[in-house]
């Protein structure tokens, strides 16, 4: 098993940035993959930002250039940071972690940017 806890999401004005973290712990040598994903009441969940299995990173192309995915091996922990934030960026955003059996989502984390 894998839990994923989220945090560091908020209210925050436009262009203004946050960063999400994500504590990772359980089975972890089994995930390969892991992302950042959001979603709205109107959209299905997308990824925003994410690690693929041989460690390049990819972004949705609505992100690219303003968010960065990064992680910390040391601390189990993976981040993302949101800068130039915008009003389409409001979303329940989930860590997400794969192994070639499972997929683990964390409980979301609100960001709301206000125009």
């Known amino acids: 098993q894998v839990q994923l806890v989220e945090s560091g999401g908020g209210l925050v004005q436009a262009g203004g940035s946050l960063r999400l973290s994500c504590a990772v712990s359980?089975?972890?040598?089994?995930?390969?993959?892991m992302g950042w994903y959001r979603q709205t009441p109107e959209k299905h969940r997308e990824l925003v930002a994410g690690?693929?299995?041989?460690?390049?990173?990819n972004y949705a192309d609505s992100v690219k250039g303003r968010f960065t995915i990064s992680r910390d091996n040391a601390k189990n922990t993976m981040y993302l940071q949101m800068n130039s934030l915008k009003p389409e960026d409001t979303a329940v955003y989930y860590c997400?972690?794969?192994?070639?059996?499972?997929?683990?989502w964390g409980q979301g984390t609100q960001v709301t940017v206000s125009s």
């Open positions: 997400n972690a794969a192994s070639p059996a499972m997929n683990y």
């Open positions: 690690f693929t299995s041989g460690g390049r990173t």
């Open positions: 359980g089975s972890i040598f089994s995930i390969n993959v």
